[in-house]
Nanobody
């Protein structure tokens, strides 16, 4: 049975840090591109960071230099280290696993590629 569960969200002041974790079961994260998405109230869900099967990472410009995606393949856990948080980072953060058919050294460009979603963890950054 596939399970994807995020944790680590919370309330933090501007400039603070949080580390999100995505615990998975039922599949191997190393066999898939894995990513973090976020959705703020009234806005569309957007991709934040992704790690390809090879371990190559990608992030959107707004979080580059502040967020780091990583994985522990032995524990099958995905992480998102978020530093220097800003109020505009406030959102529900979702962990996602792409279908196994997607490329080894890249991340899929569309949400249609996502095979599994977590339920989300709320991140709130106060000014």
């Amino acid at each position: 049975q596939v399970q994807v569960a995020e944790s680590g969200g919370g309330l933090v002041q501007s400039g603070g840090s949080l580390r999100l974790s995505c615990t998975t079961s039922g599949f191997t994260i190393e066999d898939r591109a894995m990513g973090w998405f976020r959705q703020a109230p009234g806005k569309e869900r957007e991709g934040v960071s992704c790690i390809a099967k090879t371990g190559r990472t990608f992030s959107v410009d707004s979080v580059k230099g502040r967020f780091t995606i990583s994985r522990d393949t032995a524990k099958n856990i995905l992480y998102l280290q978020m530093n220097n948080l800003k109020p505009e980072d406030t959102a529900m953060y979702y962990c996602a696993a792409a279908g196994v058919q997607y490329g080894s050294d890249s991340c899929p460009a569309t949400r249609n590629a996502i095979a599994y979603w977590g339920q989300g963890t709320q991140v709130t950054v106060s000014s």
